[in-house]
C-alpha cells in the first residue's frame, strides 16, 4: 500500500509564500503521477496541480486547475521522491486542508476518484 504525507502547513498572512511537501512510502515517485487537492471550509475537494515526470505539456511536467494558474507552482524534487507544492503570495481564499494523491502511470487527471492513494492532508490558514 503506497502512503503519502503531506508536511508544510500552517498559519502565514496574506501575501506571503508557503512551500507544502508531499513524500512517499516507495522508494520514489517514478512511475507515479502526483497531485495536490484542496478542501477550503464548506466546499467540495478541489484539484490543484498535478506532476509527473513522464507527462510533457507545453515544456512542463506539470498540469494545474485552469482558474488557480499562478497561485501555485507544483515541483518534483530530483530524486523523485517529494513532490512540492508552493502556495505563491497566498490570498485568505487559499485558506484549506491541502492533499497529496497519487495515481500509477502518467495520467491527465482532475478528479479526486482518478487518484487512488491519498494522504492526510495538511492545514493551511491564511489570516488577512
Known amino acids: 500500500q503506497v502512503q503519502l504525507k503531506e508536511t508544510g502547513g500552517g498559519l502565514i498572512q496574506a501575501g506571503e509564500s508557503l512551500t507544502l511537501s508531499c513524500t512517499t512510502s516507495?522508494?520514489?515517485?517514478?512511475?507515479?503521477?502526483v497531485a495536490w487537492f484542496r478542501r477550503a471550509p464548506g466546499k467540495e475537494r478541489e484539484f490543484v496541480a498535478a506532476f509527473s515526470t513522464k507527462i510533457h505539456l507545453n515544456g512542463d511536467n506539470a498540469y494545474y486547475e485552469e482558474s488557480l494558474k499562478g497561485r501555485f507552482t507544483i515541483v518534483g524534487s530530483d530524486p523523485a521522491d517529494t513532490v512540492n507544492l508552493r502556495v505563491n503570495k497566498a490570498l485568505p481564499e487559499a485558506t484549506a486542508v491541502y492533499y497529496c494523491?497519487?495515481?500509477?502511470?502518467?495520467?491527465?487527471?482532475?478528479?479526486?476518484?482518478?487518484?487512488?492513494?491519498w494522504g492526510q492532508g495538511t492545514r493551511v490558514n491564511v489570516s488577512s
Open positions: 494523491a497519487a495515481a500509477q502511470g502518467a495520467v491527465l487527471a482532475t478528479r479526486p476518484k482518478d487518484y487512488g492513494y
Open positions: 516507495e522508494r520514489s515517485f517514478d512511475g507515479f503521477t
